[in-house]
């Protein structure tokens, strides 16, 4: 077994799955544009595959030149090497066969794998057995532990989701790049014309003046760093710098999409007042998502296009919608997802949401400018190391903090009795 080859075989496995993982949580995150971290990630598995192949072809053709080797090598003992052992009680130098032609025969009789001149199967023969008893050494794994490889079987296991949930759902990261400086506006018309009735003709129409503020964006630098070894690098199989380089960019999208949702969270009650539920029932969650609604388009002009809540508000309404009646032309949700829909509004589950947040809006309401600066590596020569670091810049606000509506007091729906429930069968 070729070691070198398998492993490369393995990381090259390794890196076309990454890819169809990264393509599978684009396809389940709706169909959208991958991010500029994806593209990156692509571009890399791309060309270390590109390098394997490389690597793989020549350790390939090695392995088929031996198998025909060893095709066309004879495999017979030596008829020398077979006289240096005999039965038990017979002298070395002795053995009973002078061809291996005639210790086969042997090994069929006593296996009781020969048949007589009308082609029955002969019973074993005690006497075969005995002369080849000898040679039929019991060797087990245990006597050969330099030759069993340690192989790590499968992908190497991941539990993070960098899928982005928030960040995808208001569009994505904006391109930051050619912005200069630490911060920088966006402008926001913050006083609108006036349209009015003319009081009668000749007299002068309604005026007021437009004015355009600013809306104050300041950039972090977000980032992590590892200083791997470079024996670490060339042992490991899979390979731990494709996966460290991976766990990287994952870490990066998890802590930048759970600093944009927590100000998103944080700041969503700034213009509209907190709508309060009245309770856990369809009715109640009814009632709070179209009064939210209508704080949304007071405030803005516009409508609501998405309804954001954490993951155990999601727990609280899924069981709600999933035991409505009529098929639920209420919304949809399911066990298995955290996409799904309340009144025909896109509903995202953003898992790093404080508990019990529900917000309301538009999704043009808050702005998220990012510039991913990817993969930074150093080499350190006298430690035979390596310094790998990936980060990014992030700037987000509110450009539209009217545009959404918090709401609060969100509790699970009262559940009734086993008893109870029985009685109100037999009452029926």
Partial sequence: MNTVLERKRAEREDQLAFVDELLAKVEADGGRDLVEAEIKNLHAAKERVAELEDQIG?????????????????????????????????????????????????????????????????????????????????????????????????????????????????????????????????????????????????????????????????????????????????????????ILVRDLADSYAIDTEAEAAAKFAADADTVNADTPIGGGTLQDISEALYTAAGKVYASSKRLPDRIWMSTDVWGIMGPVLDTACCNNPQGSSSLTSFSGNLFNVDRVVVPSFPALTMVVGNSNAFEVYEEVIGLLTAVEPSLLGVEVAYGGYLAFNYVAAEGVAAITGITPPARSSGASRQDAGRAK
């Fill in 58 to 242: 020549p350790l390939e053709e090695h392995e088929a030149m031996r198998a025909r080797h060893q095709a066309t090598a004879g495999a017979l003992v030596p008829q020398d090497r077979a006289r240096q052992v005999g039965p038990v009680g017979q002298p070395q130098g002795q053995a009973p066969w002078t061809t291996a032609g005639g210790y086969l025969v042997d090994v069929l009789r006593a296996r009781g794998l020969v048949t007589d001149h009308y082609g029955q199967r002969m019973p074993a023969d005690p006497q075969a057995q005995a002369r080849i008893q000898y040679a039929l050494q019991n060797q087990t794994t245990a006597d050969t532990p330099g030759l069993l490889p340690h192989v790590i079987a499968g992908e190497v296991v991941n539990l993070i989701d960098a899928s982005r949930p928030f960040i995808t759902s208001i569009g994505g990261g904006r391109a930051m790049g050619g912005i200069p400086g630490k911060t920088f506006g966006r402008p926001k018309i913050t006083q609108h014309t006036l349209v009015g009735l003319q009081a009668a003709e000749k007299t002068e129409l309604p005026t007021r003046k437009m004015i355009i503020g600013e809306v104050p964006f300041t950039k972090v630098t977000k980032g992590g760093a590892v200083d791997v070894s470079r024996q670490d690098i060339d042992w490991s199989s899979p390979a731990a710098w494709d």
